[in-house]
């Protein structure tokens, strides 16, 4: 994740230093800008998307609950993180 930050913050910081501080190529700035606008709307969908992943899960946890009524589903250890691989729960790796 943060080696994620250091490469947009680069890409940031190389699209202005490499724009055209006169104007003498306006096509040039304007697909720079719009370069830095894209890395900067793809971070802001990140953050989107990894913000609504723990409602998504614990929605689909409590649907499973409803569907199962009568059986006592254990939960304990249950992550939106997490996957299954070879029949056991796999926690990858900064959670």
């Known amino acids: 994740?943060?080696?994620?930050?250091?490469?947009?913050?680069?890409?940031l910081?190389?699209?202005t230093e490499y724009s055209d501080?006169?104007?003498l190529d306006e096509?040039?700035?304007?697909s720079i800008l719009?370069?830095?606008?894209?890395?900067?709307?793809?971070?802001?969908?990140?953050?989107d998307v990894l913000s609504t992943a723990p409602y998504g899960f614990d929605n689909a946890v409590e649907?499973?609950?409803?569907?199962n009524l009568g059986i006592q589903?254990?939960?304990?250890?249950?992550?939106?993180?997490k996957s299954v691989k070879d029949g056991e729960m796999i926690t990858p790796d900064g959670f």
Do not use: C, Y
């Open 13 to 15: 910081k190389s699209a």
């Open 1 to 11: 994740m943060e080696l994620e930050k250091e490469n947009i913050s680069f890409t």
């Open 63 to 67: 649907q499973l609950k409803i569907l």
């Open 34 to 47: 719009n370069m830095a606008q894209l890395v900067t709307m793809i971070q802001e969908l990140r953050k």
């Open 73 to 81: 589903l254990k939960i304990e250890g249950m992550h939106f993180s």
């Open 21 to 23: 501080p006169w104007g």
């Open 27 to 30: 096509v040039e700035d304007i």
